[in-house]
């Protein structure tokens, strides 16, 4: 199952200079890097990133992640998945640009 991560492309260049990354400050402060599934991430992208540009989404194969991946309530009860580690570069299968159109962020249609 792929899960999706929304990063603005300063930490996305960040994660890629580095090789790792604690996340975005959201997910410092929170302890965990924050993920979603496919049906949660344009509410995602909407509540968090609303009229951002210059937005990346990277998609992470969730199996690999083992037991650094949980899956915990939070927007409206649903299980969202949240990882308790550092993302590695090597945990992304890949990053698409996350254009912003009419106000509305437009996600590739092979993320699914």
């Known amino acids: 199952m792929m899960i999706y991560k929304i990063f603005r492309k300063p930490e996305w260049d960040a994660l890629r200079a580095a090789g790792t990354t604690a996340g975005a400050p959201v997910d410092v402060a929170d302890g965990?890097?924050?993920f979603s599934t496919i049906g949660q991430a344009a509410e995602t992208a909407a509540k968090h990133f609303a009229g951002e540009d210059d937005l990346m989404l990277l998609g992470v194969e969730a199996a690999p992640l083992g037991d650094d991946l949980r899956w915990e309530p939070s927007r409206g009860g649903a299980l969202f998945p949240h990882l308790y580690r550092e993302l590695r570069l090597d945990d992304v299968a890949w990053a698409q640009p996350l254009p912003l159109k009419d106000g509305v962020h437009h996600f590739p249609?092979?993320?699914?």
């Open 32 to 34: 965990y890097i924050h």
């Open 109 to 112: 249609q092979d993320a699914e």
